[in-house]
């Protein structure tokens, strides 16, 4: 569903429910009939719905359904489904359907202790975080037509644009620490406003964060990265307080000049890049988080006006930081290097071999990203988004590509096999070392790259005296 672009609905009914239903896919549909004929309430709730009436891309990896059947009812009427967590969330094709239930006692401040199942609807629905996230479309078993149904007039708020917390906002959070995250990320995903009164308790509980497993914080971190726009996710951790305790190295850049834009702090700066980044690939927040992250390295490098060293500083940063969440090793990685080399700068007197070494020291998969990042970074410091010749650059990386030059071990006509057995020696350190600089030498020059040159180097260059010299060059060094 990610990515249907969805008019808003027309709010023409009485009590301006909107017309008509939101546009539910037909294997959601097929499990709220089933349901129905099965003699149970079924009714569409949670992001899909909420991100449509606020006339938003649906972001909602899924619909969420909710019933009055309980979980193993649910379980005999759909063949195949299962549960999702322990509270009884069954997943039946793709669709999360929840018991109606209401909440009991929040004990560690994030999950509460017991639920219990009621067969009300309404009383389901305040137990919800948000206004709109309280509102359900569907119908009883008996009756004919689907309809809306509001207890705490989400509705209004949607098309107000406000996000308010169902009931008093300082118990919410108190309650469910999750709720001061999934408040920055759906006001910015559906473009609302936080209330003030919610803003307020948010403010008030932002140190309850450290309820939060990290995990799940790192999941919120990116699907805000991917809000449209990002940076209102941002702003309202910045301005709750929430951003100091989840990521303090950004919340150290407010207040700190650069004389990029006029009267944009590094903050400001952050913000505008990520804003700013065009067409990262869909689903992948890595890009998003590097431009985000991509000067966290600034507020501890600086010094008299420069931050010398920033870049690697903050891929440091990043790396204990998004490690420290839990995101996968190799993104953390990924992310990292995007930080590291962000600083490059190209020159048109490059030569095709610095071109080539340029591409291989960054990495050949990390450059069209890292040619992303630097033309947000151009927009988010008030630069032309080519600054730097980088419509240059990228035009010649893509004849360079085209060329179908080596540029990894792979590409190499010999491989370790072959040189073991032209030199008729064992494997050893002195192996990756010969490859290395056999490829140095075809990225330089990829005419080299033919078994005969290759093996004459590896002869020459793994020669007894060779080696001798070399190790006598580097201790010299
Ligand atoms: P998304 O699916 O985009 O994360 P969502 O609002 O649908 O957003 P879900 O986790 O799918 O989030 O939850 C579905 C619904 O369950 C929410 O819309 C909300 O009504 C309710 N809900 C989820 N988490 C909480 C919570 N921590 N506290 C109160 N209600 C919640
Ligand atoms: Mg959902």
Redesign the pocket.
């Known amino acids: 569903m990610a990515g249907l672009p969805l008019p808003g609905p027309a709010l023409t009914q009485s009590r301006d429910l909107p017309a008509g239903g939101p546009p539910v896919p037909d294997q959601v549909r097929n499990v709220l009939s089933t349901l129905w004929a099965a003699g149970h309430e079924a009714w569409v709730?949670?992001?899909a719905l909420?991100d449509w009436l606020a006339g938003r891309r649906i972001?909602?990896?899924?619909w969420?359904l909710a019933t009055d059947a309980q979980p193993p009812r649910l379980l005999g009427i759909f063949p195949g489904s299962g549960y999702t967590n322990r509270f009884g969330t069954v997943l039946i094709a793709g669709v999360?359907v929840t018991t109606f239930r209401r909440d009991h006692r929040y004990g560690d401040h994030r999950r509460p202790d017991q639920v219990t199942f009621t067969d009300s609807l309404a009383e389901d629905l305040v137990?919800?975080?948000f206004t709109v996230?309280?509102i359900a479309w569907g119908r009883r078993a008996g009756d004919q037509e689907e309809r809306w149904v509001d207890p705490t007039d989400g509705i209004a708020d949607v098309r107000a644009r406000v996000l308010r917390a169902v009931g008093d906002p300082a118990v919410r959070f108190d309650e469910?620490a999750?709720?001061l995250l999934?408040g920055a990320r759906?006001a910015a995903q559906a473009g609302l406003t936080v209330d003030p009164a919610t803003a307020a308790a948010m403010t008030a509980h932002a140190h309850d964060v450290r309820y939060v497993s990290v995990e799940r914080i790192g999941q919120e971190l990116r699907r805000m990265v991917q809000a449209s726009p990002p940076s209102a996710a941002f702003r309202i951790l910045a301005d709750t307080g929430l951003l100091e305790h989840l990521v303090p190295g950004l919340a150290a850049q407010r207040g700190l000049i650069q004389d990029k834009i006029p009267g944009h702090d590094l903050w400001d700066h952050s913000l505008a890049t990520l804003d700013a980044l065009e067409d990262p690939s869909p689903g992948d927040e890595r890009v998003r988080l590097a431009a985000l992250l991509h000067d966290i390295g600034k507020p501890e490098t600086f010094i008299d006006g420069h931050f010398p060293g920033h870049d690697q500083a903050g891929a440091r940063i990043a790396t204990d930081l998004l490690a420290r969440l839990a995101f996968p090793g190799r993104d953390v990685s990924y992310v990292a290097r995007l930080i590291r080399w962000h600083m490059f700068s190209y020159e048109s007197a490059w030569s095709d071999a610095a071109l080539r070494r340029f591409m291989v020291r960054v990495g050949t998969d990390l450059v069209d990203d890292l040619l992303l990042l630097r033309r947000a970074d151009n927009v988010g410091s008030g630069l032309a988004p080519d600054a730097g010749r980088l419509a240059e650059l990228r035009g010649r990386i893509a004849a360079d590509r085209l060329a179908r030059h080596p540029l990894a071990m792979a590409d190499l006509a010999v491989d370790g096999q072959d040189i073991m057995r032209a030199l008729g020696r064992e494997p050893g350190p002195w192996l990756g070392q010969l490859l290395a600089r056999l490829l140095d030498s075809v990225v330089a020059d990829p005419a080299r790259n033919t078994p005969e040159v290759l093996l004459a180097s590896a002869r020459a260059w793994a020669s007894p005296a060779h080696e001798r010299a070399a190790s006598a060059t580097v201790r010299s060094e």
């Open positions: 709730v949670g992001g909420r972001g909602s990896e899924r969420d999360e137990r919800r975080d996230n309280a469910d999750l709720r999934r759906i």
